[in-house]
């Protein structure tokens, strides 16, 4: 019984050579299906790493891009409060101090300082927000208080201090006072 497996096995193999021998081109058609799907998947692959390596240098692009414009945002932070004493100073000086003829030059150049700081603030993209009379945003507001008023509930009616926005993105929140139901 296994000498007939051994003549089955050996049988096999001797058609399968006589096979290929008598029909080349099947042997051939399967080499090049095999060689064609192989061309196929390398293609694909290539085509992925192509994408792949678009996506990166778009991702890169991006960031830097966003580097650049926000590369500031630190810093901008930091003359945020130079900002607010600056302006705070200015508010403070009484209108017979601004008459004064001694004081019009301190005067006139802490205005001048406020205005040099707004403009810098423009050309960096860095502008004050307005808030009184706007409905509450948590996205964009911090709310300090509420007081009784005859405005809707939720309005901004007391600005604490002023918020800022970098180009679309906030450099920091306005802290405010919104209206409560009267009573």
Known sequence: MIEDEKIDITTTADLRDETAAEAPEVAQHDASAKLAEELAEAKSALLYAHA?????????EKEAADARAYAATAFARDLLSVADNLARGLEAIPADLRADEKMKGLVAGLDAT?????????????KKMTTVGEKLDPNFHQAMFEIPSD?????IVQEMQSGYMIKDRLLRPALVGVAKAAG
């Open 52 to 60: 792949e390596a678009q996506n990166m240098r778009r991702r890169a």
């Open 114 to 126: 406020g205005r040099e700081m707004e403009a810098v603030f423009q050309r960096h993209g860095i």
């Open 151 to 155: 405005q809707p509930v939720g309005t």
